[in-house]
């Protein structure tokens, strides 16, 4: 048997006819910028958000660099990010000139951990971005307190978590801003690159829209020096068609990660942890093992693909240099990036695959 990593054939078979009605319907109007398609999406998915106001990007990276350019950080500053993450949530902040400041993660969940944020907190710091990494909430009533005590603002990057939940509540909705990609890989995946930033300001919502725009709040007239990032229409026309099946399509990646967590029995083979508080997505389903290259190749040779998110840490890769650090400094990190490994994780995986991933690691 053959288990891709992740297969979207299942959902794009589902969502057959109503992606060709998005296609045909952007196609016939001879809009593709900024119409209707947009106005629509960006309303659904603020509401999906719990949440007043949606600003369409044009990634992922965008949606968290353009809130943090908005309200007002820049060179001098300094941004906590977690250590464990995609490098895009260190580059937002970089893009507008300020310095991430790394901060451990729980080993346990991979999320950036409450109690080791003060301790990097200085008097350049400007704002906190947690990550709910792998589809999994970070704990946000800690983070939320520090950030009241200290006066800084949280941007949460949920490019991994479309729907998770923190005691009850979306994601998305804690912060004075979150950023959303809808990379085709995530939960909620564009046929393209595409992303949103979604707030309850209405002053951060227009400022955004303007700087993704050119700088411009109306045509030719520019208050920003701003760039050129915006939700296209084919692109918000296909979210919109994928939408209403998101609770859907979450609920079938925790039903596997379910039987991954009851199957899965192997002692040299760490399972993540869930806390009570949190309702997964589940984007990836991230096991861990010190001997990670040989499980890898051990089920690549049984036909199942993984992959290694991510398997240098940010401290570590050649472009971050500049941070001043070493291997050793951030062992957490390290230690993740060095064993972490993702099981097949995709809406639409079958009974018969499951299970064969399962029975495969445990005789690993």
């Given at each position: ?149 200290h006066g800084l603002f949280v941007i949460e990057d949920c490019a991994q978590a479309h729907g998770a939940r923190y005691k009850g509540k979306v994601i998305g909705s804690f912060g004075d801003a979150a950023g959303f990609s809808f990379y085709p890989g995530k939960n909620l995946g564009a046929l393209g690159d595409a992303g949103a930033m979604v707030t309850n300001c209405e002053e951060l919502a227009g400022k955004v ?156």
């Amino acid at each position: 048997m053959r288990v891709p990593f992740v297969s979207f054939r299942p959902l794009e078979q589902r969502l057959d006819s109503q992606l060709r009605a998005a296609f045909e319907r952007v196609y016939a109007s001879s809009w593709y910028i900024g119409g209707r398609e947009d106005e629509v999406f960006e309303k659904t998915f603020a509401a999906y958000c719990d949440s007043k106001y949606c600003v369409g990007c044009g990634n992922g990276l965008d949606a968290l660099m353009l809130p943090l350019r908005a309200l007002g950080v820049g060179p001098g500053d300094e941004v906590l990010v977690p250590s464990n993450t995609f490098i895009a949530t260190a580059l937002a902040v970089t893009y507008v000139g300020a310095t991430p400041v790394l901060v451990e993660p729980d080993i346990r969940t991979y999320n950036m951990d409450p109690a080791r944020i003060e301790e990097k907190i200085t008097a350049s710091t400007k704002a906190i971005m947690p990550v709910h990494l792998y589809g999994q909430s970070c704990d946000m009533d800690p983070i939320l307190a520090i950030a009241k005590k200290h006066g800084l603002f949280v941007i949460e990057d949920c490019a991994q978590a479309h729907g998770a939940r923190y005691k009850g509540k979306v994601i998305g909705s804690f912060g004075d801003a979150a950023g959303f990609s809808f990379y085709p890989g995530k939960n909620l995946g564009a046929l393209g690159d595409a992303g949103a930033m979604v707030t309850n300001c209405e002053e951060l919502a227009g400022k955004v829209r303007a700087l993704g725009n050119y700088g411009s709040d109306y045509k030719y007239h520019h208050i920003y020096q701003g760039v050129n990032s915006r939700l296209d229409e084919l692109q918000a026309a296909f979210l919109s068609a994928k939408l209403p099946m998101m609770e859907e399509v979450n609920a079938d990646r925790r039903a596997t990660a379910k039987k991954y967590l009851a199957g899965i029995r192997n002692p040299a083979v760490a399972l993540p942890f869930v806390p009570e508080w949190a309702e997964p997505v589940w984007h990836i389903f991230a096991v861990r093992c010190e001997r990670r290259e040989e499980l890898a190749a051990y089920l690549e040779e049984k036909g199942i693909g993984t992959n290694r998110h991510y398997p240098i840490a940010i401290h570590l890769q050649e472009c971050y240099q500049n941070l001043g650090l070493q291997k050793g400094d951030l062992p957490i990190a390290e230690e993740i990036a060095a064993t972490q490994l993702s099981l097949p994780m995709y809406y639409g995986m079958t009974d018969e695959e499951i299970q064969y991933v399962i029975d495969c690691v445990n005789k690993f």
